[in-house]
């Protein structure tokens, strides 16, 4: 990720044999937050762990959804047809405004249970990635520059696989010629 310029530059840094030092000592570092159960309890531990795994996998899918109507919008909007997509989603746009509402939900409500009795501790153990994650995106789009693309400049043909184009299963992978149904069914097991 530090490579490609989605991390910070110094954790792609490696050493004469290729080993990410910084990359190591900071994943590292996290790791030893299991160790945590030596002073402040194995529960303890395991519960922050549970809360911020939670919370991350609630943005990440709500990411995910977003992106989804982001590229469709996008597809529509420079005129290109559903049709011409190798892969499409059953119920798009229902699931995907669905996923992205539930998840906001989700990521809302996960830790309602530390309003009562309220800690400042668990709350913030429980909401810390909701704010944090906002942030983490501006100030990516700061330090690199970028904007939000409008639809209909968003680039949808660079690092498109030509591989997609055709369904593979559907021709003899041999002679190239395109299999009967029978064929492709017994292709398929």
Request: charged letters at 15%.
């Given at each position: 990720?530090?490579?490609?310029?989605?991390?910070?530059?110094?954790?792609?840094?490696?050493?004469?044999?290729?080993?990410?030092?910084?990359?190591?000592?900071?994943?590292?570092?996290?790791?030893?937050?299991?160790?945590?159960?030596?002073?402040?309890?194995?529960?303890?531990?395991?519960?922050?762990?549970?809360?911020?795994?939670?919370?991350?996998?609630f943005l990440?899918?709500?990411?995910?959804?977003?992106?989804?109507?982001?590229?469709?919008?996008?597809?529509?909007?420079q005129g290109?047809?559903?049709?011409?997509?190798?892969?499409?989603?059953?119920?798009?746009?229902?699931?995907?405004?669905?996923?992205?509402?539930?998840?906001?939900?989700?990521?809302?409500?996960?830790?309602?249970?530390?309003?009562?009795?309220?800690?400042?501790g668990t709350?913030?153990?429980?909401?810390?990635?909701?704010?944090?994650?906002?942030?983490?995106?501006?100030?990516?789009?700061?330090?690199?520059?970028?904007?939000?693309?409008?639809?209909?400049?968003?680039?949808?043909?660079?690092?498109?696989?030509?591989?997609?184009?055709?369904?593979?299963?559907?021709?003899?992978?041999?002679?190239?010629?395109?299999?009967?149904?029978?064929?492709?069914?017994?292709?398929?097991?």
């Amino acid at each position: 990720m530090a490579q490609g310029g989605q991390a910070p530059r110094f954790l792609g840094w490696t050493n004469r044999r290729g080993v990410p030092v910084f990359a190591l000592v900071l994943t590292n570092a996290f790791g030893a937050l299991a160790m945590m159960n030596v002073s402040t309890g194995a529960a303890k531990a395991y519960t922050y762990i549970v809360n911020l795994s939670g919370v991350s996998t609630f943005l990440v899918w709500g990411s995910i959804s977003f992106i989804h109507i982001r590229f469709r919008t996008a597809w529509h909007k420079q005129g290109r047809s559903s049709d011409d997509l190798p892969y499409k989603s059953l119920l798009y746009p229902w699931n995907a405004y669905f996923g992205l509402g539930a998840n906001m939900f989700l990521a809302l409500v996960q830790g309602w249970t530390t309003l009562s009795p309220f800690t400042a501790g668990t709350f913030v153990d429980a909401y810390i990635l909701l704010p944090l994650f906002p942030i983490i995106w501006f100030v990516f789009k700061l330090i690199n520059k970028t904007h939000f693309w409008r639809s209909w400049e968003i680039d949808l043909d660079s690092g498109q696989r030509v591989d997609l184009d055709k369904k593979k299963s559907d021709f003899d992978d041999r002679s190239g010629r395109r299999l009967n149904w029978w064929q492709r069914v017994l292709k398929s097991f």
